[in-house]
């Protein structure tokens, strides 16, 4: 089974509109931790945003923000007032905790390719 | 400032020939790790290190070997490489420090083996 899984391959944000880019994710070590990374057309991987399995509150930096459900286990990442700088290859990755091989047993997903538009 | 290097950025090779792929961190980091990026598959990781001579298997570790004996480097090698290697190839580094143990990538190598 796949453990992370984005189902949008491409997606498309007017820009100043919000945008939310799924993922789910399968595990069952009860320590996990989730990522966002951001992969723009010039090829770096930045990272935006973490969420714990543990944390209480969604995680958010700027204008990420990671909408956690863990019961329904998606870990979704919403975009507020998008910008043309924000198009690029976004990838959902998972690391679980020691019963799964230790904290940098790391997974990512394919990615969702999203375009923002003038 | 605070980096991962990774050396060289394009090699184009031919089947059979051993090569290496180096990473340094300069951030004192505990933890290291290679990934292969293929269209359509997002990342794999391919091996990790949590320190100095401690190493292990990630998802794709076939035909790929690395080495870890001093905390900063990270080497990736291929003994043997055949065109299936032929990928783009990301080191990253971590540590515990911040909790989140979130990786910070180098630039990425584009290996194509012919």
């Known amino acids: 089974a796949q453990k992370i899984t984005q189902t949008q391959p491409g997606m498309f944000v007017q820009e100043k509109e919000a945008v939310t880019l799924d993922c789910t994710y399968d595990?069952?070590?009860?320590?996990?931790?989730l990522f966002w990374y951001k992969q723009p057309s010039s090829g770096e991987m930045i990272f935006l945003i973490y969420q714990g399995s543990y944390d209480q509150q969604n995680a958010t930096e700027g204008r990420y923000s990671l909408n956690f459900q863990k019961a329904r286990k998606s870990a979704n990442l919403v975009i507020s007032a998008s910008q043309l700088g924000d198009s690029a290859m976004y990838f959902c990755a998972m690391r679980e905790g020691r019963r799964s091989g230790g904290y940098q047993k790391v997974t990512f997903g394919i990615g969702t390719k999203l375009q923002v538009i003038p | 400032e605070a980096q991962v290097t990774q050396n060289p950025r394009y090699l184009i090779t031919v089947t059979g020939k051993k090569l290496t792929v180096t990473c340094s961190q300069n951030m004192n980091h505990e933890y290291m790790s290679w990934y292969r990026q293929d269209p359509g598959l997002g990342l794999r990781q391919i091996y990790y290190?949590?320190?100095?001579?401690?190493?292990d298997k990630g998802d794709v570790p076939e035909g790929y070997k690395v080495s870890r004996k001093e905390k900063r480097n990270f080497p990736l090698i291929l003994e043997s490489p055949s065109p299936n290697q032929t990928s783009l190839y990301f080191c990253?580094?971590?540590?515990?420090?911040?909790?989140?143990?979130?990786?910070?990538f180098g630039p990425g190598t584009r290996l194509t083996v012919t």
């Open positions: 990253a580094s971590s540590s515990r420090d911040r909790g989140t143990y979130e990786q910070y």
């Open positions: 595990t069952s070590d009860p320590s996990y931790g």
């Open positions: 290190s949590m320190n100095v001579e401690v190493t």
